[in-house]
């Protein structure tokens, strides 16, 4: 009798009848993803429930299946339910980005908070706000153009003779300081207003968001996801190195520019529907890869994890002052940051920096 490996103990295939489709599960990434999908829906009804209007998850769920009464429904699918979905299309879009990041350059810190795709999409929201006086939709194409401007950016400066994952993460944060510069700039030279108006979108905030987000946020993911979707086979073989990947086939560099810009895509899309929530993408890969152990992107299982910290954070920020609620980038900005020290020492010990 032959040992069967612990890899191919917590995988099933799935085929279908005629034999000509098949898709390996990971049994237990796919039960992370369930687990972290119950708890996000989980803290979403405590959320929708909390508040100067009281309302029990029983409620919640009534109002939320159609049957509550007029005064609930104003509150939770007028007021609440699109802060909640756009924290959870927030956080899903971030994931996805930060596991994509860390699997093209195959680096725990290679995420769009520290290689400066996060900033380059606050820069054209910047420019959008304080140049062009433009709001709601014209703040979102601001965002989505910076953030691809800076990979472009990036990209370019990286290249020599290919794209290479320390590379791309050097170059990106030169490029994150010199952005920070310019948004410091602009503000500087703007009115007190459009400073203002400008700063409450650079800390990260669900507060006051609509249905006017939560659209823009939910049709770019549809078009990112399944793009995604049909390269994570090359992502993954990619991961094994460029020589290996092009030696099976995959051609390496139009595959890591077109996750690239996906990556950016889906980076662009959370700041664009919430400003700059920092850390998410950073975290979220590191903490799918620790619950699933399963190697590779796992971008499932980023995604969910992405969803759960913004939509938890969101609901911590609202519950640490009794009168001002705090941005929810400053909640993923003091628990990022602790992670990011615990990071960089991790990586000192393993001689990697």
């Given at each position: 009798?032959?040992?069967?490996?612990?890899?191919v103990?917590?995988?099933?295939?799935?085929?279908s009848?005629?034999?000509?489709?098949?898709?390996?599960l990971?049994?237990?990434a796919l039960?992370?993803?369930?687990?972290?999908?119950?708890?996000?829906?989980?803290?979403?009804?405590?959320a929708?429930?909390?508040?100067?209007?009281?309302i029990s998850?029983a409620?919640?769920v009534?109002t939320?299946?159609g049957?509550?009464?007029r005064?609930?429904n104003?509150?939770v699918?007028?007021?609440?339910?699109?802060?909640?979905?756009?924290?959870?299309?927030?956080?899903?879009a971030?994931?996805?980005?930060g596991?994509?990041?860390?699997?093209?350059?195959?680096?725990?810190?290679?995420?769009?908070?520290v290689?400066?795709?996060?900033?380059?999409?606050?820069?054209?929201?910047?420019?959008?706000?304080?140049?062009?006086?433009?709001?709601g939709?014209?703040?979102?194409?601001?965002?989505?153009?910076?953030?691809l401007?800076?990979?472009?950016?990036v990209?370019l400066?990286?290249?020599?003779r290919?794209?290479?994952?320390?590379?791309?993460?050097?170059?990106g944060?030169?490029v994150?300081?010199?952005?920070?510069?310019?948004?410091?700039?602009?503000?500087?030279?703007?009115?007190?207003?459009?400073a203002?108006?400008a700063?409450?979108?650079?800390?990260?905030?669900?507060?006051g968001?609509?249905?006017?987000?939560?659209?823009?946020?939910a049709?770019?993911?549809?078009?990112?996801?399944?793009?995604?979707?049909?390269?994570?086979?090359?992502?993954k073989?990619?991961?094994?190195?460029?020589?290996a990947?092009g030696?099976?086939?995959?051609?390496v560099?139009?595959?890591r520019?077109?996750?690239l810009?996906?990556?950016?895509?889906?980076?662009?899309?959370?700041?664009?529907?919430?400003?700059?929530?920092?850390?998410v993408?950073?975290?979220?890969?590191?903490?799918?890869?620790?619950?699933?152990?399963?190697?590779g992107?796992?971008?499932?299982?980023a995604t969910?994890?992405g969803?759960?910290?913004?939509?938890?954070?969101?609901f911590?920020?609202q519950?640490?002052?009794?009168?001002?609620?705090?941005?929810?980038?400053?909640?993923?900005?003091?628990?990022?940051?602790?992670?990011?020290?615990?990071?960089?020492?991790r990586?000192?010990?393993?001689?990697?920096?």
């Amino acid at each position: 009798m032959t040992a069967t490996s612990p890899a191919v103990r917590r995988a099933r295939v799935v085929r279908s009848r005629s034999h000509r489709l098949s898709v390996r599960l990971e049994v237990r990434a796919l039960t992370v993803c369930l687990a972290m999908l119950a708890l996000t829906a989980g803290v979403g009804v405590l959320a929708l429930g909390t508040g100067e209007y009281s309302i029990s998850p029983a409620d919640v769920v009534r109002t939320l299946l159609g049957n509550g009464s007029r005064r609930t429904n104003f509150v939770v699918n007028e007021l609440r339910l699109p802060r909640l979905l756009t924290g959870v299309l927030v956080g899903a879009a971030l994931g996805l980005s930060g596991a994509l990041f860390q699997s093209l350059t195959r680096n725990p810190l290679g995420s769009p908070d520290v290689v400066g795709f996060t900033y380059g999409s606050a820069t054209g929201g910047l420019l959008v706000v304080l140049v062009a006086g433009g709001t709601g939709g014209r703040i979102a194409v601001g965002a989505v153009g910076g953030g691809l401007a800076t990979a472009l950016l990036v990209y370019l400066l990286a290249w020599r003779r290919g794209v290479h994952g320390y590379r791309l993460v050097l170059v990106g944060i030169g490029v994150s300081a010199l952005l920070q510069g310019v948004n410091a700039y602009l503000l500087a030279k703007a009115r007190f207003t459009q400073a203002a108006q400008a700063m409450v979108w650079l800390n990260g905030s669900l507060n006051g968001r609509g249905w006017q987000e939560v659209r823009p946020a939910a049709y770019g993911l549809l078009v990112v996801v399944p793009l995604v979707a049909t390269a994570a086979g090359r992502l993954k073989v990619l991961e094994m190195g460029d020589d290996a990947a092009g030696g099976l086939g995959v051609p390496v560099q139009r595959t890591r520019l077109m996750m690239l810009v996906l990556a950016t895509a889906a980076c662009a899309v959370a700041t664009a529907a919430a400003g700059p929530i920092p850390f998410v993408a950073l975290v979220a890969p590191q903490l799918a890869r620790r619950l699933t152990r399963v190697p590779g992107p796992n971008l499932a299982a980023a995604t969910c994890a992405g969803a759960l910290l913004v939509v938890t954070a969101d609901f911590a920020s609202q519950r640490v002052h009794e009168t001002a609620q705090l941005p929810v980038g400053v909640v993923t900005a003091v628990v990022g940051g602790f992670y990011l020290g615990l990071l960089l020492r991790r990586q000192r010990r393993a001689g990697r920096i």
